[in-house]
C-alpha cells in the first residue's frame, strides 16, 4: 500500500516523544475508554491491571483510563472507578507500580457526568449547568458548582498521589464540563453562563486552584471541537475554548465531539440496537425473530454520522492553528497509513484510538511489525452498550448468549 509521507524522511511514529513532560514510547496512545471494572464503591479489580498489562505489553503508547468519577453525583453506572475514596487511592497505585515497571505512561481521565449521571447509579438528584430538554437533571446552584471545582481538585490531587502520571479532564461528550461550556447546555444568565469567558470559568477556576496543589504536574484536556446539535459547540467557539484553555495552563488538547443527544457522533458506525434490546429486561423478552428485525430495520431508519473516518480532523487542525500547546487527534483512526500521515507530516504530535485497542489490545506492535496495517474493529459498537453492566470487551457483532 502506498503511504502518504516521505519513507527517505523516516517513520516517527514509533519513536519516543514527550507530552506535557511525560515521555512516551511512541504516538500511538489509547484514548480513554469506560472498562466498567470497579465495584459499588469504585475500587477496581485485578482485573483492570490485566487489561492495562496487555495493553501495555501490546505495544500501545500511553493509556489514558475510563472515565473517573470525583463526585457520588455525577456518576454515571455503578461500575465507574472512583476518586473521591481515599480507600481506591491504594488499589491504584499498585496499578501504576506494574505500569511503570511496565514502561507505560497512564493518564487518569477524570469526570463528573453532569446531565448524563444516572440517578441509579448516584443515589441521589442529578444537575447540570442548566435544566434542558436533553437531560432529566436539575439546574446546579452556585454552592454546588464550587463543590464540583473543589472534587476535581481533590481528584487530581489523589491521581498525582496514586502515581498517575498526569490528569486528563474530561471537557466532552456532554459530561458536566462540556455542558458547561456548550451554548446549547449551559443557558444560565449569572457569572457561570452566557459569554465564552463565563462558561469557562468553572475549568479556569479548576485549573488555578489545581495548581496551587499540585504545581506542574501534567494536566491535558479532552474538548468537543463541534456539537452536530442546534446551538452546540462550533469549530469558532472551541477554537476559543482551546485558547482559554492555553492561557490557564493546559499542557495539551485531545479533540473529540459529541454528546448522548448527538447520538453515534462520537463513535460512528452501527447504531448497537440488538446489544440495546439485549441489556433492557423487558425488551429482551421479545421473539428472536423481533429483536433481529429490530436491529436490521433501526439501523436503516437512523442515519449514521459521516464521515466514518477521521471525523473530528477539521475541528483538531482549527485548534491546533489556535494554540501553541500539543494536540492529540481521536475518532475514527483505523488504518496505519492514516497514522502515518498524520504524524510525519507533522499534522498532530500522536494519535489517540479507543475501539481498535478493545479489540486487538496488540494492535501496535502488529503495525509496528506491518503484521497488520488495519484494525479488525467492525464498528458495531455493541461494547459502548455491554461495558455499562459487564466488564469492556469487544462482541464483535454478537449478542452475548446469557443476555440473548
Ligand atoms: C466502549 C467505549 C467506551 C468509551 N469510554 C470513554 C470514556 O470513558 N471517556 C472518553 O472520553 N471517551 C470514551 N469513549 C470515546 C473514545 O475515547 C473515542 O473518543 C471514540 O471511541 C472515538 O475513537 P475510536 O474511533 O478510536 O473508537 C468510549 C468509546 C467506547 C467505544
Known amino acids: 500500500m502506498k503511504t502518504l509521507f516521505d519513507q527517505t524522511k523516516g517513520n516517527k511514529v514509533f519513536e519516543p516523544f514527550e507530552l506535557a513532560g511525560i515521555t512516551f514510547p511512541n504516538r500511538i496512545i489509547r484514548s480513554a475508554t469506560f472498562e466498567g471494572i470497579a465495584d459499588e464503591k469504585g475500587k477496581p479489580s485485578d482485573q483492570l491491571l490485566k487489561k492495562y498489562e496487555a495493553l501495555a505489553k501490546g505495544g500501545v503508547g500511553g493509556i489514558i483510563t475510563g472515565f473517573i468519577g470525583v463526585g457520588q453525583q455525577g456518576k454515571a ?9 481515599a480507600g481506591n487511592i491504594e488499589v491504584l497505585k499498585k496499578l501504576m507500580n506494574r505500569m511503570h515497571e511496565l514502561g507505560t505512561p497512564v493518564i487518569a481521565q477524570l469526570n463528573h457526568c453532569g446531565g448524563q449521571s444516572k440517578e441509579e447509579s448516584a443515589h441521589m ?14 439546574e446546579m446552584t452556585k454552592a454546588e458548582i464550587l463543590e464540583v471545582i473543589e472534587e476535581f481538585v481533590q481528584g487530581i490531587k489523589n491521581a498525582k498521589e496514586a502515581g498517575f502520571d498526569g490528569v486528563q479532564i474530561h471537557m466532552s ?18 457569572e457561570w453562563g452566557g459569554s465564552t469567558e463565563n462558561r469557562f470559568r468553572i475549568v479556569k477556576m479548576i485549573f488555578e486552584k489545581a495548581r496551587k496543589e499540585v504545581g506542574d504536574y501534567p494536566l491535558i484536556v479532552k ?17 476559543k475554548i482551546a485558547k482559554l484553555l492555553e492561557q490557564v495552563g493546559c499542557d495539551g488538547i485531545e479533540v473529540s465531539n459529541g454528546s ?8 460512528r458506525g452501527q447504531v448497537p440496537w440488538r446489544m440495546i434490546v439485549a441489556q433492557n429486561e423487558k425488551l429482551n423478552k421479545m421473539p428472536e ?65 479507543c475501539r481498535p485497542f478493545i479489540i486487538e489490545p ?32 469487544c462482541y464483535y457483532g454478537k449478542v452475548p448468549v446469557s443476555n440473548s
Open 173 to 190: 461528550h456532554g459530561y458536566l464540563l462540556s455542558e458547561f461550556v456548550s451554548p446549547r447546555m449551559n443557558r444560565r444568565n449569572d
Open 125 to 138: 438528584p442529578i444537575v447540570a449547568p442548566s435544566k434542558i430538554s436533553d437531560y432529566k437533571a436539575r
Open 77 to 85: 453506572s455503578s461500575n465507574m472507578v472512583m476518586l473521591n475514596e
Open 362 to 393: 496488540d494492535i501496535v506492535n502488529k503495525f509496528k511489525t506491518k503484521k497488520q496495517t488495519q484494525t479488525k474493529c467492525i464498528q458495531c459498537n455493541f461494547c459502548i452498550i455491554g461495558c455499562e453492566k459487564s466488564p469492556l470487551k
Open 289 to 353: 425473530f423481533v429483536k433481529k428485525f429490530v436491529g436490521v430495520i433501526s439501523n436503516k431508519a437512523v442515519p449514521q454520522p459521516q464521515p466514518k473516518n477521521l471525523y473530528n480532523l477539521e475541528a483538531a487542525m482549527a485548534i491546533k492553528k489556535a494554540v501553541n500547546i500539543p494536540v492529540i487527534l481521536v475518532g475514527g483512526i483505523t488504518k496505519l497509513e492514516e497514522i502515518e500521515d498524520i504524524i510525519n507530516n507533522d499534522k498532530f504530535v500522536a494519535v489517540s484510538m
Open 260 to 267: 448522548l443527544k448527538a447520538g453515534m457522533a462520537t463513535i
Open 223 to 239: 474538548v468537543n471541537g463541534y456539537e452536530p446539535l442546534k446551538n452546540g459547540m462550533t469549530i469558532e467557539e472551541s477554537e
